[in-house]
């Protein structure tokens, strides 16, 4: 709470800080306490992250539970409940970079523009869902924002005259992200159609509704924008692997495969470090190959160097 840390985070160290307590009662008998912390040492807890291979956990979720660990006890130190941190001289796993998996151009736009069967029904009866769904599907691909953050959207957030949205992303962390002229389309159409149908469009209020509204006044749940891109994605035979958040790393991809900037990319994704960003640059080098022979100066004169070098050498040839 105090780090400002999003409620996911908090709920996943959470389970972790209770896993280990967990495992703590089943080895000593002793229900974990705070009173208790200044005795745990460093072998209990290589102990622990054995249990945790047992388990057969994967190496990230045991990255994290010895970082919830770690937290506790500086959060513990300082408010003076313990005088060391033994999790300091825990190595935790190391785990391999795992590359973003984007689906292609081609199948992107498939998903955003084609609609399955049962859509096409409920344009006719509800066309106000119908261009709710297909504002979803752009501002997903076109703004490249989690699900989190595009089911949280306050009408107060967009600003159209500027073409742009503000996001509140991981840790409330403010970030604006561009929208693309088809996005802004979809997106007038639908809150035109949306105002029809609750009225004025208040500034707190969110932008994604349930169909359900107004008799339930809540915002669209990211299961149904989850089961929206699965319809979308079984209708077309698509791999299973294209989901929401893939959707996202298509957005960052095809920007760096076009020629966009790491710096540029990093802002409107709101990474918090550019090495996570630098994770899309290992999906294409060819392309990243392309645009530096397309732009480098070094890249042109090298290029020149060698063909001055291929007709002095058949010049020579031809006169001996």
Same mark, same amino acid.
């Given at each position: 709470? &105090?780090?400002?840390?999003? %409620? $996911? ?21 002793? &229900?974990?306490? %705070? ?7 460093? !072998? ?9 291979? @047992? &388990? ?6 045991? *990255? ?13 130190? @300082? ?15 190391? !785990? ?29 009866? *509800? ?58 389309? !979809? ?5 035109? =159609? ?12 969110? %932008? ?8 339930? /006044? /809540?915002? =669209?749940?990211?299961?149904? %924008?989850?089961? =929206? ?27 760096? *495969? ?22 899309? !640059? ?28 291929? /007709?002095?050498?058949?010049?020579? *040839?031809? $006169?001996?």
């Amino acid at each position: 709470m &105090e780090k400002g840390a999003a %409620v $996911n985070t908090r709920l996943a160290y959470q389970r972790d800080l209770l896993h280990f307590a967990r495992f703590w009662h089943q080895s000593t008998g002793e &229900e974990l306490t %705070v009173a208790l912390a200044q005795r745990i040492r460093p !072998t209990h807890l290589r102990a622990y992250l054995g249990h945790c291979l @047992r &388990e057969k956990l994967a190496k990230s979720t045991m *990255q994290r539970r010895v970082a919830a660990i770690r937290s506790w006890f500086v959060y513990l130190q @300082r408010h003076g409940r313990v005088t060391g941190n033994p999790a300091r001289l825990i190595a935790t796993p190391k !785990t391999g970079i795992r590359l973003p998996r984007a689906p292609s151009e081609e199948d992107t736009i498939r998903l955003i523009e084609i609609p399955a069967p049962g859509e096409a029904e409920r344009a006719q009866d *509800q066309p106000w869902l119908a261009a709710r769904d297909a504002a979803i599907m752009e501002l997903l691909y076109g703004s490249g924002l989690r699900i989190g953050e595009l089911c949280g959207l306050d009408h107060g957030r967009l600003q159209m005259a500027m073409r742009e949205v503000r996001v509140i992303g991981k840790g409330n962390k403010e970030r604006i992200v561009p929208l693309s002229t088809v996005s802004l389309a !979809t997106l007038e159409r639908y809150l035109g =159609l949306l105002k029809n149908r609750v009225g004025v469009l208040e500034s707190d209020k969110p %932008v994604f509704i349930g169909q359900k509204w107004p008799e339930l /006044q /809540q915002r =669209l749940n990211p299961r149904q %924008v989850q089961r =929206l891109v699965q319809q979308r994605r079984r209708w077309l035979g698509l791999p299973e692997k294209i989901t929401p958040h893939a959707l996202r790393h298509a957005f960052a991809t095809h920007l760096l *495969q076009a020629g966009a900037d790491l710096r540029s990319i990093q802002e409107m994704l709101g990474h918090g470090s550019l090495s996570t960003t630098q994770r899309y !640059t290992h999906l294409d080098r060819a392309g990243l190959a392309r645009i530096y022979d397309a732009a480098h100066p070094r890249a042109h004169k090298r290029e020149t160097g060698r063909n001055e070098v291929e /007709q002095a050498g058949e010049k020579g *040839q031809s $006169n001996p």
